[in-house]
């Protein structure tokens, strides 16, 4: 059971837009950035958005991150086949005094 | 470039011990917070630990799955952070990933088995 909910899968098809949402608790979405990461099948993970809203160079404006309160959103538009991965979301919890990770989303681009 | 590489990764038995190595270049290594991160065969990513810059002390934090077990350290002097893991657990088996300065490692395979 992760500490940060993500629903298991998503899909949508080619060119349109999809969601992911990352449900935390006080201790940590709400008072530290969330983070997003992309792994591709058999890959490594990679840095998707940082602190909430941000993207590394290299990182297409189709990804986008926001956060309200205890819930965190990655939104990607114009979808692409490449795009299917599995993305989870990450901060710390301030209570564990740890990193948490969601479960993960796969997402299908039908 | 950033590039980070683990390596030290193999099979070891339950009880046993395993040192991960992360050689980093590309970036200052000494100015960056490194984390460890694994994750098991077909599941999700699982926070290990982090350590911080000498300038904040190097202190560490652990999960608490491993707390005890592993100990992370870095030496700046050769630009490569580390995992001595001791009394592996069948459940520590999985991919260790080296986290810092916005990258990630490729993974070195971690088998725990009899």
């Known amino acids: 059971q992760s500490v940060l909910t993500q629903p298991p899968s998503v899909s949508a098809a080619p060119g349109q837009k999809v969601t992911i949402s990352c449900s935390g608790s006080s201790s940590n979405i709400e008072n530290n950035y969330v983070f997003w990461y992309q792994q591709l099948p058999g890959t490594a993970p990679k840095f998707l958005i940082y602190e909430n809203n941000k993207r590394p160079s290299g990182i297409p404006d189709r990804f986008s991150g926001s956060k309200s309160g205890t819930s965190a959103t990655l939104g990607i538009t114009g979808l692409q086949t490449g795009d299917e991965a599995d993305y989870y979301c990450g901060t710390w919890d301030t209570s564990l005094s740890g990193w948490v990770f969601g479960g993960g989303t796969k997402l299908t681009v039908l | 470039e950033v590039h980070l590489v683990e390596s030290g990764g193999g099979f070891v038995k339950p009880g046993g011990s395993l040192r991960l190595s992360c050689a980093a270049s590309?970036?200052?290594?000494?100015?960056?917070?490194m984390s460890w991160v694994r994750q098991a065969p077909g599941k999700g990513l699982e926070w290990v630990g982090r350590i911080k810059t000498k300038t904040d002390g190097a202190t560490t934090d652990y999960a608490a799955p491993v707390k005890g077990r592993f100990t992370i350290s870095r030496d700046d002097s050769i630009n490569t952070l580390f995992l001595q893991m001791n009394s592996l657990k069948i459940e520590d088996t999985g991919v260790y990933y080296c986290?810092?300065?916005?990258?990630w490692g490729q993974g070195t395979l971690v088998t725990v088995s009899s």
């Open positions: 590309g970036f200052t290594f000494s100015n960056a917070l």
């Open positions: 986290v810092g300065w916005m990258r």
